[in-house]
């Protein structure tokens, strides 16, 4: 069973280009499952559709999430259909299972209003700082905030981009996200000249060879780390009269996919410009478009009479 494992997550490395953390959670799950099938004295190479079904059972059993169990089957499935098409086993059990039915939660959302606050404040900071070191940690937080807003980019994206990025890019920066897929972003000019500002300010406090991270850590080599960005975006805030508790990277990244829909983007457009792989997984936004729809029959059908 290990030795399959391991050729299964060959595999998936070669041909998917899964990160790290991906493969990672594939074999956590896998030798769980492994262990489960020593324990009954199966293999997957004979465990049947009834068998895999017990082992899910176990695992709501335990208490397990529906949302964890999911994740469980689809590794399932993926390492089955590995055996079925290496010639292993002459069958896929999994294909006829249904994994836990669970709602998809629609992703926090922060208003305009309360993105205007969010860099109002971040502004504050900067023009309250006194000392250079503070004032540099403000421009930096300011600027990372506008290109995350700007730009939808995941914050792994955003914490990698080189200080080449900005220079290098006229209308729109270079990405390479998940997958190793490669796509275009744009950034506000609002972003553009918040991060030339915290770059100039950069090189006057630091002379020498600049960092090679567009948004340096403030001791160290490297890129600033993706927990102080969150940590220091929550206090901000909170600063700022939102609930901090609600708010991390990746919803300004829902912010940016969420207004851009409500005036008037094509979903397929901010398929792209996220860089999801499936327009299904953008498809948690429909309901901006569901509302929009309505706004335009309501406001726009010749035949509606709002007062009828």
């Known amino acids: 069973m290990e030795r399959l494992i391991r050729a299964f997550l060959a595999l998936v490395a070669a041909e998917r280009g899964a990160a790290r953390n991906t493969l990672d959670a594939y074999r956590r799950d896998l030798e769980d499952y492994a262990g489960y099938l020593a324990a009954k004295g199966r293999d997957a190479a004979s465990i049947d559709v009834a068998g895999i079904r017990a082992y899910l059972q176990t695992l709501a059993a335990a208490g397990l999430k529906p949302a964890t169990i999911a994740r469980r089957l689809s590794a399932l499935r993926q390492f089955h259909g590995f055996l079925y098409a290496e010639g292993h086993r002459p069958d896929d059990p999994t294909v006829t299972l249904e994994g836990p039915r669970r709602p998809r939660p629609l992703p926090k959302v922060l208003t305009i209003d309360d993105v205007t606050r969010l860099l109002a404040q971040a502004e504050a900071e900067v023009a309250a700082a006194k000392e250079a070191g503070a004032r540099l940690a403000a421009l930096r937080m300011a600027a990372m905030i506008e290109t995350l807003y700007a730009s939808g980019l995941r914050i792994g994206e955003l914490v990698a981009l080189p200080a080449q990025a900005l220079a290098a890019a006229r209308e729109g920066l270079v990405i390479r996200g998940k997958g190793g897929r490669e796509r275009i972003v744009l950034l506000t000019e609002a972003a553009r000249a918040a991060i030339r500002r915290y770059r100039a300010a950069l090189a006057e406090m630091r002379p020498g060879p600049p960092p090679k991270a567009l948004f340096p850590a403030e001791h160290a080599e490297g890129a ?4 102080v960005f969150a940590r220091e975006l929550k206090r901000l805030a909170g600063a700022a009269g939102l609930r901090a508790e609600q708010l991390s990277p990746h919803v300004l990244r829902h912010a940016f996919a969420t207004h851009l829909l409500q005036n008037g983007a094509d979903l397929r457009i901010v398929q792209q410009l996220l860089g999801h792989a499936d327009i299904a ?19 726009l059908h010749p035949l509606n009479d709002p007062g009828g």
């Open 281 to 299: 997984t953008t498809q948690i936004y429909t309901h901006v478009l569901d509302d929009r729809a309505r706004a335009m029959v309501r406001d």
């Open 224 to 227: 600033v780390a993706r927990q």
